[in-house]
């Protein structure tokens, strides 16, 4: 008995096992920060999964958004700022709620299918707060 539990051990060290657990512990606790919730995303979610495959990862609780509209670069010019017109942005985010903000996770639409969205990166968007004297913190 004692030889098949080292060997399981040691195939659960040479395959990953324990860090995977860890991630997804890191990601599930209610005690994680939401930098280890980013760090443990980047590790678990392999870049270019779909939406479904990383919902089956983190949890069916996260909200599909897109972002998209136009954007625009600001130069000072004779002391002035003026705006450049850039490329329009469109981004799609699969985002959680964790405290203090949201752990986004930003898609790439690939191809024409409903389904054709893949993973590139996550990021932590912090919530913010108007103080009493209407300043933002």
Known sequence: MQLGSSIIVFACIACGCSSREEYLRKWYSPNSTAE???????NLVPMGA???????????????NRWHGPSYEFRTENGALVPVQKKDYDQ???????PGG?????F?????EQDGFRFVRAAFRRSLEISPNGRLE
Not at 50 to 64: A, D, Y
Not at 102 to 106: E, G, P, Q, S, Y
């Open 50 to 64: 779909t939406k479904p495959e990383v919902e089956r990862i983190l949890g069916l609780h996260g909200s599909w």
């Open 92 to 98: 799609w985010t699969l985002e959680y709620q964790v």
């Open 108 to 112: 790439q639409k690939v191809g024409h």
């Open 102 to 106: 949201t752990v986004a996770l930003f």
């Open 36 to 42: 280890e919730r980013v760090v443990a995303v980047s």
